[in-house]
C-alpha cells in the first residue's frame, strides 16, 4: 500500500513538475520573440530555456533532498522496520524529476524554433 502511494505521489509530482515549467517557458514565448527580432540565434535562446530549466529543478532537488533529510527521522519513528534514507531510492527519484525537467524543458524550447514574428503575436 506504502509503494502504491510511493508511486502515485511521484506520478503527481512529475505531473507538476511539467506544467510549472511549461508554464515559465509559455509565459517567456514573447520574450523570445524579441530576443530573436533583435538577432538572437535559436541556440541561444534554447540555451536561455534549458539554463533556467536546470536552475528550477536544482533549486527544487535541493530543497526535496533537505526536506527528506529532515523529516527521514520522523518517518522513522512512524514506520517499523524501514530505512529513514535510502540512497538507490534518493538517487532514483532526484533522477527521474532531474529528467522530466530537461524533457519537458526540450519539448517546450519549441518557442525557440517558432517564427519570431508569431511568437510576438502569442497574447
Known sequence: MILTF?????????????????YVVSQRTQEFGIRMALGATRGAV????LGQAAKLVG???????TGAALLSQTIA?????????????LASITTLL???GSLQST???RAA???????????
Open 6 to 22: 510511493s508511486l502515485l505521489a511521484l506520478f503527481v509530482a512529475s505531473i507538476g513538475l511539467y506544467g510549472v515549467m511549461s
Open 46 to 49: 534554447m540555451h536561455l530555456v
Open 59 to 65: 533549486i527544487g532537488i535541493a530543497v526535496g533532498l
Open 77 to 89: 519513528t512512524l514506520l517499523y522496520g524501514v530505512a529513514p534514507v535510502d540512497g538507490v531510492t
Open 98 to 100: 532531474a529528467l522530466v
Open 107 to 109: 519539448s517546450r524550447s
Open 113 to 123: 524554433k517558432s517564427d519570431p514574428m508569431e511568437s510576438l503575436r502569442h497574447e
